[in-house]
Every structure is written in structure tokens, then in C-alpha cells.
């Protein structure tokens, strides 16, 4: 009797991985690769959906991270049927080599001068702009988008709210409203979208907590402000707050929902 026990619990075992396995493998990235219009060849890993007009999740890390790092997210997003892509942005993760006409070169954000760094944040706008351009061409509709920014990448975000005009979304971790020197006050202000705006009043970069308020106050709305007593900086905010992941979800899918 016991082993007939025994062999039972092994069938259903291999019956219930075997159910498991397709799930499993939607779950896995492809890792894509594209170019800017400024030459740069970034990484990125792609969750398609299996719907083709699905909403689309556009994922900015924070400075001296990757695409990896969004990692707590992407389930998340993926069961309430997002395309999810997390970039590496450039001169970041994967994503350092330029091609210009007088040959490659590699650009390491972290080696450059702080004050050469505004000019890259700004220019990862074109970074954004790519990968629609990408997904595009992968059949992949682009009509309801949201996008996501932690820290570095709520600059980006933000400042792609205004050359990306179907941004009807966006969710900022630990936002600043002059990172680097790059002012987005304008861009929160004019943003017609949903605005969802994160920090903690612990963060380790003091003006955090203040810029996300002066966000959110620029914003005409509707947004939320979530301030968390503790929790630290951009994805950090995760481990801190286990159901963060869900309710970034949850209001992005209800924003592209009306949208």
C-alpha cells in the first residue's frame, strides 16, 4: 500500500509540473536588443503577452542598477496582463556600446562627470523612443502604455511623458524633481496621464520625499502620492513593502483601462 502511495503522489507530481511547465516558460524574458537613433545598441527582456492590443509596461531603472532590478514588479504586472519591457538604459547594465561614424565606443554613466550625466538622462528619452519603435515592429501594440521609473529613471519617465504623448501612465519610485540637474517640474505639469508617485520619508537621497510632493503638487492630475514612513530608495521600496508591486499594478491597469 505504500508504495502504490508512493507512486500515486509521484504521478500527480509529474501531472502538476507538467501543467506548471507552460506557465513557467511564458513567465521567462526573451532578452532583445535594438538601436537609438543616436546609435546606442541597448538590452532589454521581454514578457509578451499572448493578447496583441495587451497594455504595455515600459521599465527605467535607477542610476548604478539594471533591468534586472525590477524583478518584484514584472510578476505582477504579468498577471494582470501586461507586455512588460525592462530596459537596461544606456551607458548601463548591457547597454554601453555606441556605434557613431568614427567607429564604437563604450559609455559607463558611473565613470563621467556628474555634470555630463544630465545630458544622458535626457537624451534617454531617444531610449524609449527605440524601444516603441522595437516593439512595433514585433507586432506589439504600443496604444495603452505605461512606464515606470526608479529614482534615475523617474527623470526619463517623466521627461518621456512629453515626447511619447501615449503615456497614459506612470509610476515614479523615489523621484527627483532636478536629478542631475534636469528640471522635471515642466513635464509633470503638463503630463495629462495618471500619475502615481512613491518615496519614503527615510531615503538615504534627502530630497526625495520633498520632490515627490512637488511632483505630485505640479501634476494636474489624477494622481496619488504614497509616502511611506521607512523603506529607503527606488526598488528598494519593494522589499520593504511587499504589496507595493501589486497596487503599482493594480493602478496602472485601471488607469489604461479608461484610457
Known amino acids: 500500500m505504500r508504495l502504490r502511495t508512493t507512486r500515486?503522489?509521484?504521478?500527480?507530481?509529474?501531472?502538476l509540473l507538467a501543467a506548471a511547465a507552460p506557465l513557467a516558460r511564458a513567465s521567462a524574458p526573451e532578452t532583445v536588443a535594438f538601436d537609438t537613433s543616436d546609435g546606442f545598441v541597448l538590452k532589454a527582456d521581454l514578457w509578451r503577452s499572448?493578447?496583441?492590443?495587451?497594455?504595455?509596461?515600459?521599465?527605467?531603472?535607477?542610476?548604478?542598477?539594471?533591468?534586472?532590478?525590477?524583478?518584484?514588479?514584472?510578476?505582477?504586472?504579468?498577471?494582470?496582463?501586461?507586455?512588460?519591457?525592462?530596459?537596461?538604459?544606456?551607458g548601463q547594465g548591457e547597454s554601453l556600446r555606441q556605434k557613431t561614424a568614427g567607429g564604437d565606443r563604450t559609455l559607463r554613466v558611473q565613470q563621467v562627470s556628474r555634470s555630463e550625466v544630465g545630458p544622458i538622462v535626457e537624451a534617454g528619452?531617444?531610449?524609449?523612443?527605440?524601444?516603441?519603435a522595437f516593439l512595433e515592429r514585433q507586432?506589439?501594440?504600443t496604444e495603452r502604455l505605461a512606464i515606470v521609473g526608479s529614482s534615475y529613471g523617474c527623470t526619463v519617465a517623466?521627461?518621456?511623458?512629453?515626447?511619447e504623448k501615449r503615456v497614459g501612465a506612470a509610476a515614479l519610485l523615489s523621484p527627483g524633481s532636478s536629478y542631475f540637474g534636469v528640471d522635471v517640474l515642466p513635464a509633470a505639469k503638463a503630463f495629462?496621464?495618471?500619475?502615481?508617485?512613491?518615496?519614503?520619508?527615510?531615503?538615504?537621497?534627502?530630497?526625495?520625499?520633498g520632490s515627490a510632493r512637488a511632483i505630485a503638487d505640479a501634476h494636474p492630475g489624477p494622481e496619488e502620492l504614497l509616502v511611506f514612513?521607512?523603506?529607503?530608495?527606488?526598488?528598494?521600496?519593494?522589499?520593504?513593502?511587499?504589496?507595493?508591486?501589486?497596487?503599482?499594478?493594480?493602478?496602472?491597469?485601471?488607469?489604461?483601462?479608461?484610457?
Open 50 to 90: 499572448t493578447d496583441a492590443q495587451a497594455p504595455l509596461a515600459i521599465l527605467l531603472h535607477q542610476f548604478n542598477r539594471d533591468r534586472t532590478s525590477f524583478a518584484p514588479l514584472v510578476p505582477a504586472l504579468l498577471e494582470r496582463g501586461f507586455t512588460v519591457l525592462a530596459i537596461d538604459q544606456r
Open 158 to 163: 517623466l521627461l518621456a511623458t512629453q515626447t
Open 8 to 15: 500515486f503522489v509521484r504521478i500527480q507530481l509529474v501531472v
Open 139 to 141: 507586432g506589439i501594440s
Open 192 to 209: 495629462a496621464g495618471t500619475l502615481f508617485v512613491i518615496a519614503a520619508q527615510d531615503d538615504p537621497v534627502s530630497s526625495s520625499p
Open 229 to 259: 514612513p521607512s523603506g529607503g530608495h527606488g526598488v528598494a521600496l519593494f522589499a520593504a513593502h511587499p504589496d507595493l508591486a501589486a497596487r503599482i499594478a493594480d493602478t496602472l491597469a485601471a488607469a489604461l483601462a479608461r484610457h
Open 125 to 132: 528619452t531617444r531610449d524609449v523612443a527605440a524601444a516603441l
